[in-house]
T-cell receptor
Framework: DAKTTQPPSMDCAEGRAANLPCNHS???????VYWYRQIHSQGPQYIIH???NNETNEMASLIITEDRKSSTLILPHATLRDTAVYYC??????????FGGGTRLMVKP | KAGVTQTPRYLIKTRGQQVTLSCSPI?????VSWYQQTPGQGLQFLFE???????NKGNFPGRFSGRQFSNSRSEMNVSTLELGDSALYLC????????????FGPGTRLTVL
């Protein structure tokens, strides 16, 4: 699995876009980038994943650089309920998700 | 559709005892994975079951074991409990093996005294 690096914490104002970066310079060609988040006292929640192209769903957008060495998760209009730890994972092994430290996002009013 | 359910939600045991945790996946999901989460080590993969067979295993001692039933429900067992086994144990289900869009349950909080 690719080693990923994320900032330990970030703040974001409510209603603004939250941009969470992730470096995965060792990612291999067939490894996807997955994003999960964990709200306090709950199990992790799948957000989005991508390989090369940018992806968007109802929760977020994922922007992957052309060289695939980094990506950014975008929450377009952050709310207080988006306060959570966000995990970026590079993986192709299947069901052996390796969670790192993640980024603790604090959305402030 | 009901989500992943785990029972019990909280458990207190003493050192040396054994414990069995249960997980019911989302209906139609055939793969179940188990994870351990502690403040020191974070989220760590324990094992994955698909079609009643263990398909992947993390780096945990043999005291940790599991099984999956024909209805995809899964149990994990920890024998000879140690203080360090205190953790949140999370179960996740997915449609098929080797599919990383996983749906997690709320977890079982195990405290070993």
């Amino acid at each position: 699995d690719a080693k990923t690096t994320q900032p330990p914490s970030m703040d974001c104002a409510e209603g603004r876009a939250a941009n969470l970066p992730c470096n995965h310079s060792t990612i291999s060609g067939n490894e996807y980038v997955y994003w999960y988040r964990q709200i306090h006292s709950q199990g992790p929640q799948y957000i989005i994943h991508g390989l090369k192209n940018n992806e968007t769903n109802e929760m977020a957008s994922l922007i992957i650089t052309e060289d695939r060495k980094s990506s950014t998760l975008i929450l377009p209009h952050a709310t207080l309920r988006d306060t959570a730890v966000y995990y970026c994972i590079g993986n192709n092994a299947g069901n052996m998700l390796t969670f790192g430290g993640g980024t603790r996002l604090m959305v402030k009013p | 559709k009901a989500g992943v359910t785990q029972t019990p939600r909280y458990l207190i045991k003493t050192r040396g005892q054994q414990v069995t945790l249960s997980c019911s996946p989302i209906s139609g999901h055939r793969s179940v994975s188990w994870y351990q989460q502690t403040p020191g080590q974070g989220l760590q993969f324990l094992f994955e079951y698909f079609s009643e067979t263990q398909r992947n295993k993390g780096n945990f001692p043999g005291r940790f074991s599991g099984r999956q039933f024909s209805n995809s429900r899964s149990e994990m067992n920890v024998s000879t409990l140690e203080l360090g086994d205190s953790a949140l144990y999370l179960c996740a289900s997915s449609l098929r093996q080797a599919y990383n869009e996983q749906f997690f349950g709320p977890g079982t909080r195990l405290t070993v005294l």
